[in-house]
Each structure stands twice: as structure tokens, then as C-alpha cells.
């Protein structure tokens, strides 16, 4: 069975660091993302004079349809997905009184509903073949409480629920279902916080630093390639930031 990796939210951080690795481990990947294709065409430029098979398709995981409609196109380019990575992802940091209703609707939309359309969108075909792996990117903030982050955590925390209970339905049916807990990694996503908090996190981090998209991509590869008698685990990698 050919080797296709479909992961969201790719065109840069994290995820661009697993679809580079994962290309680089002879997968064909499908990068994804919502904005700045600019970066995401790039880097499919860049895997494909590499040698590696890859193609782009911008697509908002929250919408059922452009999701289905990409799992089509991956599947007519590459071939039927055998790899998915959960990892498109928003935040925002607000106090609870300020989350208002269309914000809370998006970052679940976003954050959990991505992963139920992009999962069901390529599920069909591992069922069918009693094969396949499944990656969820939660956050350090999906096992612990985040003051000022109600809304992201709760969606970190309920993609755990997602990947643990899925994890025990898929089992028998060959499809393992694994999860990475970041903790504060060095992307565009965290650099709201502003250098100053940057620095004082990197401060009260164990390991002295924030860590790398290539850290996290090094951990999702694991779980989807080398892992092959891990489901419905959760692996931190934080720099031992929380304990
Ligand atoms: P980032 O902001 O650098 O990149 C996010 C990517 O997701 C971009 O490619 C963006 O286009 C895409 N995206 C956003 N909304 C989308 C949507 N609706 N549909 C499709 N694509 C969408 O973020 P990152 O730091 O690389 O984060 C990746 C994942 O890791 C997220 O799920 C995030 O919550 C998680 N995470 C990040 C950190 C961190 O400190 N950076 C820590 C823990 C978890």
C-alpha cells in the first residue's frame, strides 16, 4: 500500500515541519492550510524539486464539504490517504466573561470539528483496508488548565477524548490513534504572546528554551511510523514544562 500522508494546517510551523519529514521518510504528502497558500506552495515546490511527491489544497478543515472535496483530490493525486495528522489548529487568549459565542463556535469548529470531518472524510478507505494511522496535535493546555485560554484548552483537552475513545473503537479494525501535547513551541501561533512573555516562559521551561516544529514533527512521525504497538496515547513534549 502506497504511503500518503494528508496533514492540515501545513503551510508553515508544526505541521510544514511534519509534511517536510514525512516527505523526506518517502510518504506522499498532501499540505493543507487556510491561509497564506504563498507558504504552502512554496514548500510543496521546495518537497517536490527535493524528489518527494506532494501536492497542496487550500481547504478550511471546519467546512465538511472543502474537506471532502480535498480527501477527492488527494486521492485522484496521490492516492487513498493512509496517514492523517490532525494538527490545523487556532488560538486566542481572552478572559471567559469576553469569549463571545461566534468565537467559542469557531475554535471548536476549527480545533475538534476539523478533526471529526478530516477523520471521517478518510476513514472509508483504512476501514476497508484494516490499516491506517491517525495523529492528533492537542496541546499541554488539552491536559492541564489555561487561565485566559477556557476556549483552546477545552477543545486540547476534548481532541484527547477524541483520540483516546476513537483510539478503542478503531483498534479492532487496524487504525491506531495517537495524540502529541505540545508545549510552547517556536511558531507564528505564539508569537502574539510578544518576545518579552516568550522570554520569561523560556525562563521557567526546564530545558532553558521554547521548543522546535521539528520536535513535534520528529514525535508525530514516531507515533504514525514507528509506534506500531501504541494507540490512544498522548505523548508531551513540553521541555518538561509542566509535570
Ligand atoms: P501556526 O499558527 O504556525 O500554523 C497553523 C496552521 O494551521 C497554518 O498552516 C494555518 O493556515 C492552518 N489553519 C488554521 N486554521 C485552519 C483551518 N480552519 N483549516 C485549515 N488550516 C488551518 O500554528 P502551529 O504552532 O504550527 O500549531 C499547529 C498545531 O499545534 C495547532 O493545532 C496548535 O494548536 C498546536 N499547538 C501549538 C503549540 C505552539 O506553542 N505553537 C503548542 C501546542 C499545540
Given at each position: 500500500?502506497?504511503?500518503?500522508?494528508?496533514?492540515?494546517?501545513?503551510?508553515r510551523g508544526i505541521g510544514a515541519a511534519a509534511a517536510q519529514l514525512l516527505a523526506e521518510n518517502g510518504w506522499s504528502?498532501?499540505?493543507?492550510?487556510?491561509?497564506?497558500?504563498?507558504?504552502?506552495?512554496?514548500?510543496?515546490?521546495?518537497?517536490?524539486?527535493?524528489?518527494?511527491?506532494?501536492?497542496?489544497?487550500?481547504?478550511?478543515?471546519?467546512?465538511?464539504?472543502?474537506?471532502?472535496?480535498?480527501?477527492?483530490?488527494?486521492?485522484?493525486?496521490?492516492?487513498?490517504?493512509?496517514?492523517?495528522?490532525?494538527?490545523?489548529?487556532?488560538?486566542?487568549?481572552?478572559?471567559?466573561?469576553?469569549?463571545?459565542?461566534?468565537?467559542?463556535?469557531?475554535?471548536?469548529?476549527?480545533?475538534?470539528?476539523?478533526?471529526?470531518?478530516?477523520?471521517?472524510?478518510?476513514?472509508?478507505?483504512?476501514?476497508?483496508?484494516?490499516?491506517?494511522?491517525?495523529?492528533?496535535?492537542?496541546?499541554?493546555?488539552?491536559?492541564h488548565g489555561a487561565s485566559c485560554e477556557v476556549t483552546y484548552s477545552s477543545t486540547k483537552h476534548a481532541i484527547i477524548g477524541l483520540t483516546r475513545s476513537l483510539a478503542a473503537e478503531l483498534a479492532p479494525s487496524g487504525i491506531r490513534v495517537n495524540c502529541v501535547a505540545p508545549g510552547v513551541i517556536d511558531t507564528e501561533m505564539v508569537q502574539v504572546l510578544g518576545q518579552e512573555t516568550l522570554d520569561m516562559l523560556a525562563g521557567e521551561i526546564p530545558l532553558g528554551r521554547l521548543g522546535r516544529p521539528e520536535e513535534i514533527a520528529a514525535a508525530i512521525a514516531y507515533l504514525a511510523c514507528d509506534a506500531t504497538y501504541a494507540t490512544g496515547q498522548v505523548l508531551t513534549l513540553d521541555g518538561g514544562f509542566v509535570n
Amino acid at each position: 500500500m502506497k504511503n500518503v500522508a494528508l496533514i492540515t494546517g501545513s503551510s508553515r510551523g508544526i505541521g510544514a515541519a511534519a509534511a517536510q519529514l514525512l516527505a523526506e521518510n518517502g510518504w506522499s504528502v498532501c499540505v493543507n492550510c487556510i491561509e497564506r497558500d504563498d507558504l504552502a506552495r512554496e514548500l510543496c515546490d521546495k518537497l517536490r524539486a527535493a524528489g518527494h511527491e506532494a501536492m497542496y489544497y487550500k481547504a478550511d478543515v471546519a467546512d465538511r464539504e472543502a474537506v471532502a472535496a480535498m480527501v477527492r483530490a488527494v486521492e485522484r493525486e496521490l492516492g487513498y490517504v493512509t496517514l492523517l495528522v490532525n494538527n490545523a489548529g487556532v488560538a486566542r487568549q481572552q478572559q471567559f466573561q469576553d469569549i463571545d459565542a461566534a468565537t467559542w463556535k469557531r475554535l471548536f469548529d476549527v480545533n475538534l470539528g476539523g478533526c471529526f470531518n478530516c477523520t471521517q472524510a478518510v476513514l472509508p478507505h483504512m476501514l476497508h483496508e484494516h490499516a491506517g494511522s491517525i495523529v492528533n496535535v492537542s496541546s499541554i493546555w488539552g491536559q492541564h488548565g489555561a487561565s485566559c485560554e477556557v476556549t483552546y484548552s477545552s477543545t486540547k483537552h476534548a481532541i484527547i477524548g477524541l483520540t483516546r475513545s476513537l483510539a478503542a473503537e478503531l483498534a479492532p479494525s487496524g487504525i491506531r490513534v495517537n495524540c502529541v501535547a505540545p508545549g510552547v513551541i517556536d511558531t507564528e501561533m505564539v508569537q502574539v504572546l510578544g518576545q518579552e512573555t516568550l522570554d520569561m516562559l523560556a525562563g521557567e521551561i526546564p530545558l532553558g528554551r521554547l521548543g522546535r516544529p521539528e520536535e513535534i514533527a520528529a514525535a508525530i512521525a514516531y507515533l504514525a511510523c514507528d509506534a506500531t504497538y501504541a494507540t490512544g496515547q498522548v505523548l508531551t513534549l513540553d521541555g518538561g514544562f509542566v509535570n
